[in-house]
């Protein structure tokens, strides 16, 4: 059984940055996309982005310059580095791993971005 573990969440001010981690537990992490998405009070999960196995990278309009997602493959983690945060990115951040069969899950970490 695969685990997802969402780490790194928090309050921030305006123009800050945080990096969140996403951790997989077993052997299959290195093969798979991973996707970052967010969900904020009252809206539906939005896909912020996301990294192939191999480390290609896609980012929706609204984060795009301000976030970067990397891997670690070795460390079976994935990484959302966000920058100049703003009042409207916070939400509850969710790293999924995806396979053919089957979409992992983590539980969230909530960021705020407020002053």
């Known amino acids: 059984q695969v685990q997802v573990v969402e780490s790194g969440g928090g309050q921030v001010q305006p123009g800050g940055s945080l990096r969140l981690s996403c951790a997989a537990s077993g052997s299959i992490f290195s093969m798979f996309s991973m996707g970052w998405y967010r969900q904020a009070p009252g809206k539906q999960r939005e896909l912020v982005g996301s990294?192939?196995?191999?480390?290609?990278?896609n980012y929706a309009d609204s984060v795009k310059g301000r976030f970067t997602i990397s891997r670690d493959n070795a460390k079976n983690t994935a990484y959302l580095q966000m920058t100049s945060l703003k009042p409207d990115d916070t939400a509850v951040y969710y790293c999924c791993l995806g396979t053919p069969a089957h979409q992992y899950w983590g539980q969230g970490t909530q960021v705020t971005v407020s002053s």
């Open positions: 990294i192939t196995s191999g480390g290609r990278t």
